[in-house]
Each structure stands twice: as structure tokens, then as C-alpha cells.
């Protein structure tokens, strides 16, 4: 199991910047996906963006041109970088590693995101 620890989230205003960390307790080479997902209230958690071990990325179309996640290996660390927030982004934000290895997802204890309008 890979444990992962998330930091950043906290409340910022519409059109502000908050750039999330997650640190994995294993190396990040051995992680095949690493990601963000979240989930607001009275929602299903939904996928924000994840990245590769090949540095294949893939985002939600409701932050493209908005996030950027970014992984460094050497810091098992992957980040996500959110600009012109909106207050729809408000939600819980999970860090997420899947290993084709185990083929099981393994998940961070979540970060708050709060935009205010």
C-alpha cells in the first residue's frame, strides 16, 4: 500500500491560485498513475487530472487551461497547480496512485479547496 499525504488546500478568492502537494511513502517511479480527484458535497468524486510514469497527462474539461499537475520523482511528490479558480471548484481534493502491480487505487486522506465568490 502506498500511503499519501496531501497539503495545500485552505480558501481563496474566485480568480485566485493554490497549488496542492502530495507526497507518496514510496518511490514515484513505481507508481504507474498519479492524480487528483474530487468530490464536492452532494457530489461523486470526480477525476481532476492525473499523470504517468511516461508523463502522459489527462484533465477534467472543466479545469483545462486552468490546472496543471506535474510529478517529481526524486521528491515522490506529485502537485497540482490551480489558477483562476472558480467557486465550482470548491470540493475535497484526493490524491490518488494506482500500480498496475497490485491493480488497486490507493488514496490520500483529502484537502479542502474553498473558492469564495
Known amino acids: 500500500q502506498v500511503q499519501l499525504v496531501e497539503s495545500g488546500g485552505g480558501l481563496v478568492q474566485a480568480g485566485g491560485s493554490l497549488r496542492l502537494s502530495c507526497v507518496a511513502s514510496?518511490?514515484?517511479?513505481?507508481?504507474?498513475?498519479m492524480g487528483w480527484y474530487r468530490q464536492a458535497p452532494g457530489k461523486q468524486r470526480e477525476l481532476v487530472a492525473t499523470?504517468?510514469?511516461?508523463?502522459?497527462?489527462n484533465y477534467a474539461d472543466s479545469v483545462k487551461g486552468r490546472f496543471t499537475i506535474s510529478r517529481d520523482n526524486a521528491k515522490n511528490t506529485v502537485y497540482l497547480q490551480m489558477n483562476s479558480l472558480k467557486p465550482e471548484d470548491t470540493a475535497v481534493y484526493y490524491c490518488y496512485a494506482y500500480r498496475v502491480s497490485t491493480q488497486k487505487p490507493d488514496w490520500g486522506q483529502g484537502t479542502q479547496v474553498t473558492v469564495s465568490s
Open positions: 514510496r518511490s514515484t517511479f513505481s507508481i504507474n498513475i
Open positions: 499523470i504517468t510514469s511516461g508523463g502522459s497527462l
